[in-house]
């Protein structure tokens, strides 16, 4: 597709259950971006993927969360033992110049911890 | 600590009027991005202006136009001739490091 695509759209699972975040970047994008948004909060920062390089995951809240990208293309946002105060919705942007160009964000995946 | 503050959590605006939405950001770098971008109610985040800190001249898209004031730490949106498309979440946003940092958001609401 031509934007960045991220599944599943909404995902409602229980806690303690592990879940897995996906998204396809715009083809040929090497950064790629992942980003959480709570309800009446900004964006914020988790990870970051640039080409070949050793990711940054200096957002990531805790050791439950991590991320990998295949390939240099698709990347998978993991969440184990999910708590309820990981609810939020989740999105991924990918970019062909990495944080001083454009960011294409997807439409995120709205994760719902009971 | 490198943050983003937009201090209006909701704005409104008739129609055709012209609205500025602010933001301050607190950082020790001198070289940096500025960003606004524009979050509709289908939720995709897409990008309205960009702003390089090393250049004095505001950037200008159409009807959207920031104020920089580099020393103040200040990065304002001017939507003018608001229309009802405007509608949405904005996000300020600066990358001062290797990582975009976002503000809270404005929510605007034109009224027609």
């Known amino acids: 597709g031509a934007g960045v695509s991220q599944s599943p759209s909404n995902k409602v699972t229980e806690k303690g259950k592990d879940v897995e975040l996906r998204c396809d970047p715009i083809s040929g994008h090497t950064a790629l971006y992942w980003y959480r948004q709570s309800l009446g909060q900004g964006l914020e920062f988790l990870i970051y993927f640039q080409g070949n390089s050793a990711p940054d995951k200096s957002g990531l809240p805790s050791d439950r969360f991590s991320a990998e990208r295949t390939g240099g293309s698709v990347s998978t946002l993991t969440i184990q033992r999910t708590q309820q105060e990981d609810s939020a919705v989740y999105l991924c942007a990918s970019s062909s110049t990495g944080f001083f160009g454009e960011l294409f964000f997807g439409e995120g995946s709205r994760l719902t911890v009971l | 600590a490198q943050t983003v503050t937009q201090s209006q959590p909701e704005m409104s605006v008739q129609e055709a009027e012209t609205v500025t939405l602010s933001c301050t950001y607190d950082t020790s770098e001198n070289n940096y991005y500025l960003f606004w971008y524009k979050q509709p109610p289908s939720r995709q985040m897409i990008l309205v202006i960009r702003?390089?800190?090393?250049?004095?001249q505001n950037a200008t898209e159409n009807r959207f136009s920031v104020n920089f004031q580099k020393a103040a730490k200040s990065f304002s949106l001017k939507i003018s001739d608001s229309q009802l498309g405007d509608t949405a979440m904005y996000f300020c946003a600066f990358t001062p490091n290797n990582d975009m940092r976002f503000g809270a958001g404005t929510r605007l609401t034109v009224k027609p």
């Open positions: 702003q390089e800190a090393y250049k004095q």
